[in-house]
């Protein structure tokens, strides 16, 4: 689909021989995304102005015969909870609508460091919170495989009837498009459609590798602490994780390179030693075959064939690459939802606790003489949404007296069972092979009345976060028949600091990609868009 | 306040906020001077804005070892850091970040000396010390606005809140006990200790076991909030206590059958009034903070802050009584002025090599001028090294005491060395044939009571000695008498 867009790695080897200058880079990618996003309403807002600038830059410094940064003249999107000094940045929330934020973000930091170009910010569920991008104060987005027909009402207040869950069109799925997944929904959607050649992401319970699933791109999901999160918004601290998303491995490994790192910021942060005993712990992988897990419970439970049928055709590739695979047992992973849901309600309900319209957020208009409380709790009565409250008042609850014991530390003893399941699975195999998600993407508005069945979304994808382990979504081209035209993928776990092992992985993977299944049906779904994309011409 | 007052006890527990020494806030590198202008001494850190994180500052735990093992306590290492929520204008985050289960400091003692009964030692045990962040302040209809503003030069700031086991049994007691608690954490210097500017900050848990037929009955406990004196620990005590007594006495209600309820100690009125019952209280949901790890504190940490820690207020007591043989009384009220005071008497005491005369100097001398003019012993002009080379002189003879004291005022007003200020006041060395001139001089015009003094009349010589001082201030009393002596022996007729 996206094979007519150069890669990252190629626009900078370009840039760097002056084959194209930054600006030129930019101004190309400016226009895709000018023509593609009123479509898909991947970006929320584009840097127009500041990337042309940082563009320059670059142009300047290799004009002065200065080195150049790994990303040099890239455009990257960044997703709308990661701060830069002085651009909006918003969670997607109306809380946050006007929040300008002093401080840039160690990762986005790190990106200015390596030259890339900042384009605008993509996309996402209100805080991070859902598996769509459909709770999002600027509207969902679209999956660029099967996005709605027509125009459609996207800018800020447009989700208004989404996030209330009072759909105003019924039956809306077929009109309304399919969902790039959530919540990094706009990040992977605008790598997908080639609106810019890679993206950041975070993933809390699956946010980067399901979006990444569902729109056919690679997502991963870094080891806890091997990226900072100094200038995320909060979601949950000990799931929330930086990552990229892009169209190859080998973008992917760039960018993850680029932002990695301990950070005097972030006291979750891995340390370089830390990093490196780790990666000894792994072993001498590299030298004899890959040991691959096939996780026996995943096999009993109901997947949409189009995904069984890519996870086994992908484990059989595997093997026949010299690959030995065995089946390895994870036996709390059936309460792995359970136990993410109330630790990441319980540690969002605290996160948000800043946002009372007293230092930070949307403040509620009452006249001068109402009092503090009612002042607090109307502005977060009008500036958070529908999903957010619900998971503010289930982690208040779960946190409450007398309640804590039964719930939240229920939880973490359950966080502590699925950490040890790994890393008696480890023991035995190099990585773990399984779905990312149970199905390919769903209608935009498929689980509006039933929040809990969007939350089983994520069923593959919270382990690795309540376990902190690496983990990466890999499309594999699939049957188009069985996944209706839509992209498939498979996920892997890795140990600790396992991020080589997985990089390794989705190289031997893209490579099959490329050469057998010949991605007949990818190029069929990314028509449409290349069409629209055309339209400019 | 009347009604009768039955055998009671009184229980007193406190918790004692202190704010750390330290340059930079607990989790950020923001200032902590105080009094600087509101908000300028913040980041986007303790402005707890969206998407920061805390860094811990490595000084606020070396100091918290400090204050563990100063007061016995065991040191805890793996502590955690607990968020205790609750909705403030002055709090940012929306929490403070503190500590609960798991408080870096636990089960530790301090002993201090019996206000009623010198001679015996208390002992208060410390339940933990544990570390948290300040909020920040609200100002009410100050400067420009009408409104209320809100500073967070305080947001952040690091404070050590130690908390007592309910050991005390007066309001006597807790004054004495705080007292030693500050000396104590004034020497190891890990605190300013500043009630006025908030450094230090009490709140007490009292209540009453009254002696009733035979048995004990408990009054509810009642926590007095922010006291920010000794003094008004101490009233606030005894008005309580006389309340509780009073309320017993109305409604016989004990402990148990009331929630636990807050006061405030209302200084001008001398009363204290309700803040609030604890059963409206929030629910602070205290769950651990998952932006920082557990706080690791190595047995080699441990031993280097042992190695560094200064001499605590009794070691320097023994010391000062061992080395310079000054007695109990003395050695203590020198260690309760605190660390500079007991350091200035012992340079002192070294230069001058006489602790008893250094003590006396310090004692009738520097600390009644430091307590007149209200300064510290850093303000004071004369500099310990030259207070130690005066008392030198006293001690071998070359200066006597009245002219010492000459040269100390002098002192005060004027940097001079010694050789200086002699001069300036014509202070100099006497010679032999000087004092026998004077001596001959004296007697020529004083036949009358030279002839007194040979009758037997001993005292008749005292106005000699007063003479020859007026004629020469240097001239010192016991050499000019006994060269009188001696002439008169020499002149005697027998």
Same mark, same amino acid.
């Given at each position: 689909m996206t094979a007519a867009e150069p890669s990252a790695v190629e626009w900078t080897r370009r840039v760097r021989t002056g084959e194209w200058s930054a600006r030129q880079v930019t101004e190309h990618y400016l226009q895709r995304i000018a023509t593609l996003n009123p479509r898909l309403?991947?970006?929320?807002?584009?840097?127009a102005a500041s990337a042309m600038e940082q563009a320059q830059r670059v142009d300047q410094k290799r004009a002065a015969g200065q080195q150049l940064g790994p990303l040099a003249g890239v455009p990257i999107g960044i997703k709308d909870n990661l701060c830069v000094a002085g651009q909006v940045c918003s969670a997607a929330s109306r809380m946050l609508a006007n929040f300008r934020p002093t401080y840039t973000a160690t990762v986005c930091q790190r990106l200015e460091r390596a030259d890339a170009v900042l384009m605008g910010r993509t996309n996402m569920d209100e805080f991070a919170?859902?598996?769509?991008?459909?709770?999002?104060y600027y509207g969902p987005t679209q999956n660029p495989h099967r996005a709605a027909t027509g125009s459609k009402a996207a800018?800020?207040?447009?989700?208004g009837s989404v996030a209330n869950g009072s759909?105003?069109?019924?039956?809306a799925g077929a009109t309304e498009g399919y969902s790039p997944g959530g919540s990094s929904g706009g990040s992977a959607a605008a790598v997908a459609a080639g609106m810019v050649p890679l993206t950041l992401g975070s993933d809390t319970g699956g946010s980067i590798r399901q979006p990444a699933a569902f729109c056919g791109v690679y997502g991963l999901k870094p080891?806890?602490?091997?990226?900072?999160?100094?200038?995320l918004l909060a979601f949950a601290s000990s799931l929330d994780q930086v990552g990229p998303l892009a169209n190859s491995p080998e973008d992917l490994e760039s960018l993850f390179r680029t932002i990695e790192g301990a950070d005097d910021?972030?006291?979750?942060c891995l340390s370089s030693a830390a990093v490196r005993d780790a990666e000894e712990a792994?072993?001498?992988?590299?030298?004899r075959p890959l040991r691959v897990g096939f996780v026996?419970?995943?096999?009993?439970l109901s997947l949409d064939p189009a995904v069984r049928v890519a996870w086994e055709t992908t484990r059989d590739y595997l093997q026949s690459q010299g690959a030995t695979v065995t089946r390895v047992s994870l036996p709390y992973q059936a309460q792995a939802i359970a136990a993410y849901y109330l630790v990441a309600s319980c540690e969002a309900a605290s996160n948000l606790?800043?946002?009372?319209?007293?230092?930070f957020g949307h403040r509620a208009n009452?006249?001068?003489?109402?009092s503090l409380e009612q002042v607090m709790a109307a502005s977060r009565g009008e500036g958070f949404g529908a999903e957010v409250k619900r998971r503010i008042l289930l982690g208040t609850f779960a946190l409450s007296q007398g309640y804590a014991d039964r719930y939240y530390q229920q939880a973490l003893r359950l966080r502590q069972a699925i950490r040890q399941d790994f890393a008696t699975a480890f023991q035995s195999v190099d990585v773990l092979l399984g779905?990312?998600?149970?199905?390919?993407a769903f209608a935009i508005g498929a689980h509006r009345q039933d929040p809990v069945a969007m939350y089983l979304t994520d069923q593959f994808t919270v382990s690795a976060n309540l376990a902190g382990l690496p983990a990466i979504s890999i499309p594999v081209a699939a049957s188009g028949d069985l996944s209706r035209g839509l992209p498939v993928a498979v996920q892997f776990h890795a140990p600790p600091c396992g991020e080589p092992l997985l990089f390794h992985v989705a190289r031997l993977l893209h490579r099959w990609n490329l050469s057998h299944l010949s991605a007949g049906c990818a190029e069929g779904n990314g028509a449409s868009i290349k069409d629209s994309a055309g339209g400019r011409s | 306040m009347t009604g009768t007052s039955l055998a009671h006890q009184m229980i007193v527990g406190l918790e004692i906020h202190v704010q750390l020494a330290?340059?930079?806030k607990l989790f950020c590198r923001c200032g902590t001077a105080y009094?600087?202008?509101?908000?300028?001494?913040?980041c986007p850190i303790c402005q707890g804005l969206p998407g920061t994180l805390p860094m811990i500052n490595q000084r606020a735990i070396e100091l918290a070892i400090d204050i563990g093992l100063a007061l016995d306590m065991e040191l805890v290492s793996g502590c955690r850091w607990d968020r205790k929520h609750y909705f403030y204008p002055d709090l940012p985050k929306g929490y403070q970040t503190s500590q609960l289960?798991?408080?870096?400091?636990?089960n530790g003692r301090l002993e201090f000396i019996d206000p009623t009964e010198p001679a015996r030692r208390c002992h208060v045990r410390i339940n933990r010390a544990h570390l948290e962040e300040d909020a920040g302040k609200s100002l009410h209809?100050?400067? =420009? @606005?009408?409104g209320t503003c809100i500073d967070l030069?305080?947001?952040g700031t690091p404070l050590m809140e130690i908390v007592t086991e309910p050991d005390l049994r007066s309001p006597q007691e807790a004054k004495a006990f705080l007292q030693q608690l500050r000396t104590v954490l004034l020497y190891i210097g890990?605190?300013?200790?500043n009630m006025q500017e908030g450094s230090m900050r009490v709140d007490a848990n009292v209540n009453l076991h009254i002696a009733v037929d035979g048995r004990t009955v408990a009054t509810p406990i009642v926590e007095i909030k922010n006291l920010n004196s000794f003094r008004n620990v101490e009233r606030a005590l005894e008005y309580e206590s006389r309340r509780q007594m009073q309320v017993w006495q109305e409604n016989g209600q004990v402990l148990g059958q009331r929630p636990k309820q807050t006061r405030g100690w209302d200084a001008d009125r001398e009363v204290t009034t309700v803040q609030r019952e604890k059963e409206e =209280? @929030?629910?602070?949901?205290?769950?651990?903070?998952?932006d920082l790890p557990p706080v690791v504190i190595s047995a080699e940490q441990i031993a280097e802050r042992r190695a560094r820690l200064p001499r605590l207020p009794q070691q320097w007591k023994q010391a000062l009584v061992e080395r310079?043989?000054?007695?109990d009384y003395d050695a203590g009220v020198i260690v309760e002025q605190g660390r500079e005071v007991a350091e200035y008497f012992e340079t002192v005491a070294e230069t001058s090599r006489d602790g008893k005369r250094s003590a006396n100097w310090i004692t009738q001398e520097v600390l009644r001028l430091l307590n007149e003019q209200q300064q510290t012993i850093a303000q004071f002009p004369i500099t310990a090294a030259r207070l130690g080379e005066l008392v030198a002189a006293v001690s071998s003879g070359e200066l006597d005491h009245a002219r010492a004291r000459e040269v100390f005022s002098l002192w005060l007003e004027r940097p001079l060395s010694l050789a200086e200020a002699k001069q300036r006041l014509g202070i100099a060395a006497v010679s032999a044939d000087e004092v026998t001139e004077l001596v001959q001089a004296i007697v020529g015009q004083n036949a009358d009571a030279i002839a007194d003094y040979r009758r037997?009349?001993?005292?008749?010589?005292g106005p000699l000695i007063a003479q020859a001082k007026r004629l020469n201030?240097?001239?010192?009393p016991g050499s000019f008498r006994a060269a009188l002596l001696q002439f008169i022996a020499e002149q005697d007729p027998v």
């Open positions: 309403n991947a970006f929320v807002e584009v840097w919170m859902g598996s769509g991008t459909e709770y999002s800018g800020p207040g447009a989700a759909a105003t069109e019924a039956g080891t806890y602490g091997r990226v900072s999160r100094y200038g910021y972030d006291a979750t792994l072993g001498d992988w590299r030298q026996a419970e995943h096999t009993e606790s800043r946002y009372d319209g007293m230092h009452l006249p001068e003489s109402t779905p990312t998600t149970p199905a390919p | 330290t340059q930079s009094g600087q202008p509101p908000n300028t001494q913040t289960d798991l408080p870096i400091t636990r209809g100050e400067g =420009a @606005a009408t030069n305080r947001t890990v605190s300013d200790c =209280a @929030a629910d602070y949901r205290y769950f651990p903070c998952p310079w043989q000054l007695n037997g009349k001993q005292q008749a010589l201030a240097n001239v010192s």
